[in-house]
């Protein structure tokens, strides 16, 4: 059975940093197009940062370029969100997604609902 779990989420003093992790089972993500999303409440969904299946290619939304970073480990089991410079703009439910489609990185981010496997979310929340 595929499964993902976020961890890491937390409360953070705005300039900080957390780590965000999604682990998981049942699969890697060798052949996966994978992401991280927020929701913040009432707001929409936002693809915060997502990698392509088919060549490895990484988005980032415009509020997040240049301060996070994904990644995965060697095993393509576990995927990273490192958050660094974190605003309390950046206060929101994040959620790791993973799928087989072969959209290009950007489409995944801005069309969350080709994700099929979604992990519970972790909570974010930066303070001014």
Do not use: H
């Not at 900080?16 to 009432?42: E, K, M, N, V």
């Not at 994904?70 to 576990?78: F, G, Y």
């Amino acid at each position: 059975e595929v499964q993902l779990q976020a961890s890491g989420g937390g409360l953070v003093q705005g300039g900080g940093s957390l780590r965000l992790s999604c682990a998981a089972s049942g699969f890697s993500f060798d052949d996966y197009a994978i992401g991280w999303f927020r929701q913040a409440p009432g707001k929409e969904r936002e693809g915060v940062s997502c990698i392509s299946s088919s060549d490895r290619s990484t988005y980032y939304a415009d509020s997040v370029k240049g301060r996070f970073t994904i990644s995965s480990d060697n095993a393509k089991t576990t995927m990273y969100l490192q958050m660094n410079s974190l605003k309390p703009e950046d206060t929101a439910v994040y959620y790791c997604a993973a799928d087989l489609n072969l959209y290009g990185s950007e489409y995944v981010c801005q069309n969350g609902n080709v994700m099929d496997y979604w992990g519970k979310g972790t909570q974010v929340t930066v303070s001014s």
